[in-house]
């Protein structure tokens, strides 16, 4: 089994900054993807951020510029620096990866449980 657990999520001031982080633990072969999602209330889950480990990095437009993803491959966690937050940015934050659990075992997808960003003044 792979667990993703997410930290740093909280409450930021417009204009602030916060840093996710997610490791990933458990039965582990190969991390392929990594990256973040968001959704707010009543919308659906959107692609923040997703990080390949193959270094490629890819953003949703509304946060370029102001999100940054980088992954730790020996620690196996993703981070998501976010500056420049806006109201526009709350959200519960969701960690993904793709993960190959055994060489014999095909590639599944995994999600944290989430944690929550709120920016407000």
């Known amino acids: 089994q792979v667990q993703l657990v997410e930290s740093g999520g909280g409450l930021v001031q417009p204009g602030g900054s916060l840093r996710l982080s997610c490791a990933a633990s458990g039965s582990i072969f190969i991390i392929y993807d990594m990256g973040w999602y968001r959704q707010a209330p009543g919308k659906q889950r959107e692609l923040v951020a997703m990080?390949?480990?193959?270094?490629?990095?890819k953003y949703a437009d509304s946060v370029k510029g102001r999100f940054s993803i980088s992954r730790d491959n020996t620690k196996k966690t993703v981070y998501l620096q976010m500056n420049s937050l806006q109201a526009e940015d709350t959200a519960v934050y969701y960690c993904?990866?793709?993960?190959?659990?055994?060489?014999?075992?095909?590639?599944?997808?995994?999600w944290g449980q989430g944690t929550q960003v709120t920016v407000s003044s």
């Open positions: 993904n990866a793709g993960v190959r659990a055994t060489i014999l075992r095909p590639q599944n997808d995994y």
């Open positions: 990080s390949t480990n193959g270094g490629t990095t």
